[in-house]
Each structure stands twice: as C-alpha cells, then as structure tokens.
C-alpha cells in the first residue's frame, strides 16, 4: 500500500497572489498579498524562506512569529493564521500595506493631512506604551519599515522581531546585522561601558522620534540630521526634540508623551483623534453620549479621509442602529458616508438598514427618512419599493402630525417612478383625493396639488383622464391662495395631456373665472395659463394637421419622459423640498415628537394652538410685478413650442407673500378673508356624484371647495390685497380694477362660474390660519 505525503502549503487555507512582494521590509521576511481560499477575503501574508547556514536569522523568524501570535492590541499586526515548516514559515495577518509605500501614495494624490498623521503616530505611542508598560518588552525596531497601515488608515506596529525582555529574562537584544537597522540605534548603545543611565523605554523613544522625522521629510540619511526638525509642525517640535535628546534619561515615558500631545493647543488634540478615541470606547458609553457625539459627527465627515469614513465609521454606525438603539440620529452620519460607497457596497450595507427603519414607528425616525430620501432612493429597486417600503410610507398620509402629512405628500416626488399600477394609479390617488379634499392645513393640500402635477406623466392614461383635470379644479377653488394658484400651475404643467376639446370645454372656463379672483398673484397666473391654452388652440385652428402631434402623449402609456415639462420635473422637485418638517428637526434633533408638543387637528369646539415656524423672507409684490413685465414682452411670439420655456414662476414665493399679509393681519385678532372656512368644509359635506365611483369613501376630485354662509366684513382698517405694499421699490398710484373684490364670490356667483357638474357647498366657521404651515413646494 503507497502513503503520499500530505502538502501542508497546499492545504493551507490561505494562498498567495502570485505578483512581486508587495515593499518587503528590511529584514527576513518578504510581505505578500494574499487571500483566504474560502471565501476570497484579502489578507497579508509574511513569508521566510529556510536557507541553509542561516540559523541565527531563522530563530529571530521563529520568535517573532511566536510573539505577533500571542500579544493581541488593537495597534499591533493582528495575527490571523500561520504554518511552519522545514522550508519556511507563513504568517497571515489583516491585510495592510507597508508605511512608506502608503505615504508615497497618498503624496501622490495630493497629500496626507496632519490629522491623519497625528491619529497615526498616536496609535504608534499607544502600542509602545502597551508593550514597554504593561508587558516589559522592548520593541527594539521601531522605524518606517516596522509600521503598517489597514484599509481604515489605522497605522499597525509589527516589526517584532528583534524584541526582547525588560527584564533581563531570555538574555539581552538580539543582533540585528542588517545596517538599514541599525542607523535608528539610539547613540548610548554605542558606549559599552554601560555607565549611561537611561530608561527601559529610552531606546524605543529615540526611534520613534526617528519615525516621526521620516514621515515629514522622508528617509532618514543619517544621524544627525535628526537635529534639523524639518517640516515636523510647530505644536509637535518640543516634544520631538525630548525624543532626540542626547540624554536617554530625559526621554519621555511613551504614556506621558502622548499625555503632553493631548494638551490643548497640541498636535495630537483635534477633533479626528477624540473622534477615533470615543469609536474605541463606544460600547461603554452611556446613550446619551452616543446621542450628542452622532450629532455632532455630520459636521466633521467632511474633513475625515474617506477610508477611514467608510472602513471605521461605518461599521459603528450600523452597529450603534442595530443593536445601541440610536434611532434616527444614525440617519445623516449614515447617508453622509454612503456617498463613499460603490452601489454594490451601498446595497449590501445600508440598504437592509433602510428598509428596515421604515418600519419603525418612531415618528423622528421616519421623517429623517423622508427628508433624505433623496440620497438613498437611486439603490431601491421596484419591487423593494412597493412591498416593503411604500406600505410603510402611506402611513404619514394618516399621522396626526401636519409636518410628517407633508413631507409623505413630498416624498412621492422620488417614489413615483417606482411605484406599480395598483399603488400609484389607484392606492397613491385614493390618498390624495382625502389629502386635497379633506386636510385642514392649506400648505398640505396646496402641495398634494404640486406634486400631483409633477408626477402627471407617471400615471396611466385612463387614470390622467379621471383625475388631473377634476384635481386641479378643485384647486382652484380652495379658500387658501396658494392652492389656487397651484391648480393653475397644475394644468400649466401637464399640459400636454389633454385634449383640445377638454382644453376648451373644461379647462378654460375654470380658468377664466380665476380672472376675477382677489389675489392678483392668482390672477396673474391664470391669465398666462388662458394665453398659452389659447395659443394652442389657435395654432390647431390654424393649421388643424397638428392636432395629432399635440395630442399624442393624450392616450399614450405612462412615461417619465412624456411631454417637454415633465423631463425638468424630477430634478427640480428634488431642490425645490424645503419645509416646515426641516424647521421642526432642526429644532429638535434629538428628540421623537410626543403627544404633548405634536401640533394636533383642530376642532370646531376648543381650537388646539400650534407652534407656526417663522417663514423665510417673502418674495415682495413689486419683484414678482417687474418679472411678470418682463415676461410678458418675451410672450408676444406666442409660439406653441414655447410653452415648456415658461418659467411658471415660484410658488414658495407666493405662498410666503400671502402668508405675510395674514400674519399681518392676524395680529389684530382678525382672520383674512381667503382663510374663512371650518374644518366641517373638508369633512361634513356630502359630494356630489363622481366619476370616481370607487373612491366616494375618501374623497371624491370632483367635490368642491365649502364657502361660508355668512360674509363677515373685514375689521376696521384692514386693506384689500390689492391695496396692500407688499415692500416692492416703489408704489404704484395706478388703480386696481379689482379693488372692489373685498371677498370671494359668493356661492350662487360661483355656481356659474364652476364647471356644470359641480355644486358648491355652504357651511360655517373660520379656516385658521395660524395652524402650522411651512414652506411649500414650487410649482411645476
């Protein structure tokens, strides 16, 4: 019977890359990149090949690979796996790469910052003070060839081959014999009269500051060029030049060294270090800490090196939510480093992470999500989408709380392209018909108006047909002006989706009855709109073979690219989020909102007061006039193609102008006229028959907007919209046609000017407008 001989390399469960040695070190051991056979995990592999006559060496080989496997700190080479054998010895630690190379490297992508470096040499002292303090070993190489750097940009210390004892166990330091060693022998070993006083850690602490030279000016020529400090930082020469001084006696203990680099105002007191120190010691801190240090930690990921950001940070951020219930604080550290991460990294690290916070019913949680879902939603595929991810998100149509309301209605903008048949043409639009017809904050249902706009295209032709044009009527008709104008700007949008007959018979006579409306910002729109439709229509008239290329996306299949202005809609829907839920974060960041401070759905019997956030600086009257001119005379070609050029103007502009008057006015006691509507409006009333049969129970797009039964007159004082300086240049004596037009229309007015079909409801009670509202999404 034959026997063979087992392989123990080839049953090794590491093997080497074959390419060159990657910067072997000086000294016996040759460093090759390798990889775990298993599972292709990169590793580092120290190969010494047994020669013959080399005895002295091969036992220095042997005792280093004895003394890297059993002395374990974070800043020393950890020891992974190892073989010996007759012909050579094997040892494989976490992949790294020599120092000196890795410096050369970085120069050459433009620099290696001090604060990397002050975290490196930190780590370097640390595990010095480790083995001289707390071990009794003497290093006995440290140098450039000694140190090496992981893919976090941790600096690592090996080289052990030459250590020895403190103590005296085992005999004094082995002979090196190799002179690139040799030079960063400190001065007192060449007095063998052993007369010189000097500490167990005083040669360790000479080299170091050799170290130190080499990582600022490059490879050390010589001995004394160590007392030239070089490009070594101002905060760092002192305690340099303690290192280098002729006296051993007087060098620092490697703790006390970076005792005195901590102190303020030194080179190893900045943000990255405490930053790396509180990582090491996470797992012992107390929430609260965890809490405040991922705040903070945002701010500074920007100055970090992004190994380091996606190899170390990371990691502990998704630790700290998986297991250290650090909740929706994690969420922009987390999104910040993303940015650092190939698309298959990104899916395979934060996306499970995401989905998995959807399902949280923390309220500050989720409205993280939706503020930021801009970064992440690009890795979502469809079917993650639509049964994990928007099952959870249409949850905020229904919250309590107006801040999470809007910002669902906002996130649509970048879930909709994703969205399947039944959740965006059917389950998207049931929500939206309740928000638009039944919410009581008017900034909601004027955004549920915009965003329906904007994702027009996306909708498949029979649902475009059933909704867009019920929708945008009914906008028109809300109390709150913004809304009304967002109706406008709604049919301005999508405006290539109906046909000419709706255009005519639908569209124009809502539209005209907007002439008259007392806001002059509405009025200003709809006349635009009327101008363009008409445009159109007369270019048909004109030339009637056009009428199947204007109306060719009428019919046509969902699309993103249909039409000319729902190209820009994405990308400037994405810019224009901006709202009170950013307000309501920013002022809260650490907390979840409660019961006690969530701004509650008022009734009719004890109104709840909500804190309104202050809105930014209102775009004035007398600008919006001037761009409206200067519009007006680039119209005059009114070519039909034109129509996408428009700039339809900024509906957060328009919004904050108006809400400015009513802050004004509100001040008195007194609630605007446009804002005179109960919350009954939205619910009580029954609709009248809809085509949208199957979605009565929420809210029908063609139920009207509620007047009040009674008109009260405005408080002493008070002037008309039209009257009032809205802070432009310079007043204007001209006279306003519609300055009579104190109030709307009253109902039987406006029974003639709604489309037949439509029947206007009546009811009491005031729409408040001191209810919390935010900024609004541009108009298409």
Not at 165 to 189: C, H, V, W
Not at 550 to 573: I, L
């Amino acid at each position: 019977m034959w026997f063979f001989a087992r392989d123990p390399v080839r049953d090794f469960p590491f093997e080497l890359i074959p390419e060159p040695p990657e910067g072997s070190p000086p000294g016996p051991w040759a460093l090759h990149r390798g990889r775990k056979k298993a599972t292709g995990s990169p590793v580092s592999i120290f190969v010494y090949d047994v020669k013959p006559g080399a005895e002295e060496q091969t036992q220095v080989a042997k005792a280093a690979f004895k003394r890297l496997k059993t002395l374990r700190h974070p800043n020393i080479l950890a020891y992974i796996d190892g073989l010996e054998t007759e012909k050579c010895l094997h040892v494989v630690t976490e992949a790294v790469t020599p120092l000196g190379i890795y410096l050369k490297a970085r120069v050459e992508a433009g620099g290696l910052k001090e604060l990397e470096i002050s975290w490196g040499l930190h780590q370097i002292v640390k595990a010095l003070s480790f083995l001289i303090n707390d071990c009794s070993l003497i290093h006995n190489n440290v140098c450039m060839a000694a140190v090496f750097v992981d893919r976090a940009g941790e600096w690592k210390l090996g080289g052990l081959d030459y250590m020895y004892s403190a103590q005296g166990n085992g005999g004094g330091p082995p002979r090196k014999g190799i002179p690139e060693l040799e030079q960063y022998d400190p001065p007192e070993l060449a007095d063998s009269s052993g007369r010189v006083v000097r500490e167990k850690w005083s040669a360790d602490m000479w080299r170091l500051g050799c170290l130190i030279w080499e990582v600022f000016n490059g490879s050390l020529p010589r001995a004394a060029a160590l007392r030239n400090p070089g490009k070594i930082p101002k905060s760092l020469v002192p305690h340099y030049c303690e290192l280098v001084g002729a006296n051993p006696k007087m060098r620092p203990n490697p703790a006390r060294f970076l005792q005195n680099c901590r102190a303020p105002g030194g080179f190893m007191n900045n943000r990255f270090v405490e930053t790396n120190l509180f990582l090491e010691e996470i797992q012992i801190k107390e929430p609260a800490e965890k809490q405040k240090f991922f705040q903070e930690l945002s701010k500074s990921l920007d100055a970090f090196p992004e190994d380091f950001c996606r190899h170390k940070v990371l990691p502990q951020l998704l630790t700290a939510f998986e297991f250290g219930n650090a909740g929706a604080v994690v969420l922009t550290p987390l999104f910040k480093v993303g940015k650092f991460l190939s698309a298959e990294e990104y899916q395979q690290k934060i996306i499970p992470v995401v989905v998995k916070m959807f399902s949280s019913t923390d309220r500050a949680m989720r409205i993280r999500l939706l503020q930021q879902m801009e970064q992440f939603i690009q890795y979502l595929d469809e079917p993650t989408v639509n049964t994990q991810i928007f099952p959870h998100v249409v949850h905020g149509f229904l919250d309590t709380n107006p801040a999470i309301r809007e910002q669902t209605v906002k996130s649509m903008l970048l879930l909709a392209p994703k969205l399947n048949e039944a959740n965006l043409n059917v389950e998207l639009m049931k929500h939206f018909a309740r928000l638009q017809a039944k919410d009581e904050q008017g900034p909601i249902r004027c955004n549920t108006t915009v965003c329906l706009g904007k994702i027009g295209s996306y909708l498949s032709a029979s649902t475009r047909h059933r909704v867009l044009t019920s929708a945008f009527s009914r906008a028109t008709k809300d109390p709150f002006a913004p809304s009304r104008v967002a109706g406008v700007l709604g049919f301005a949008a999508t405006h290539n989706l109906y046909s000419m007959n709706d255009c005519a018979h639908k569209i124009l006579p809502v539209l005209c009855g907007l002439t008259v409306d007392p806001e002059k910002s509405v009025r200003d729109q709809a006349f635009k709109a009327i101008r363009s439709f008409l445009s159109k229509l007369e270019s048909v008239s004109e030339d009637p073979t056009q009428l199947e290329e204007v109306e060719k996306d009428v019919h046509a299949a969902s699309s993103p690219g249909m039409g000319g202005a729902a190209a820009s809609w994405a990308g400037w829907a994405v810019t224009g989020v901006s709202s009170l839920t950013s307000k309501l974060i920013r002022s809260h960041p650490t907390t979840a909102p409660t019961e006690t401070n969530i701004p509650q759905r008022p009734t009719p019997e004890v109104p709840a007061p909500a804190p309104t956030p202050v809105p930014a600086t209102p775009t004035t009257s007398g600008h919006w006039e001037t761009q409206e001119e200067d519009k007006d005379t680039a119209e005059d070609s009114s070519a039909a193609d034109r129509w996408d050029d428009e700039d339809w103007g900024s509906l957060e502009q328009e919004a904050e102008s108006v809400l400015a008057q009513q802050d004004d006015w509100s001040t008195g006691g007194q609630v605007s006229r446009a804002s005179q509507v109960s919350n009954s409006d939205h619910k009580s009333s029954k609709s009248p028959e809809s085509d949208w049969s199957s979605w009565e129970a929420e809210g029908s797009w063609e139920q009207g907007w509620q007047e009040p039964s009674s008109q009260e007159p405005p408080p002493e004082g008070t002037r008309l919209a039209s009257e009032y300086n809205w802070g432009g240049p310079e007043s204007s004596d001209k006279g306003d046609p519609f300055a009579t037009l104190s109030a709307r229309p009253s109902t039987q007015d406006r029974s003639r000017l709604s489309w037949p079909g439509r029947s206007a409801r009546s009811g009491g009670g005031r729409w408040r407008p001191n209810a919390p509202r935010g900024r609004w999404l541009r108009a298409p």
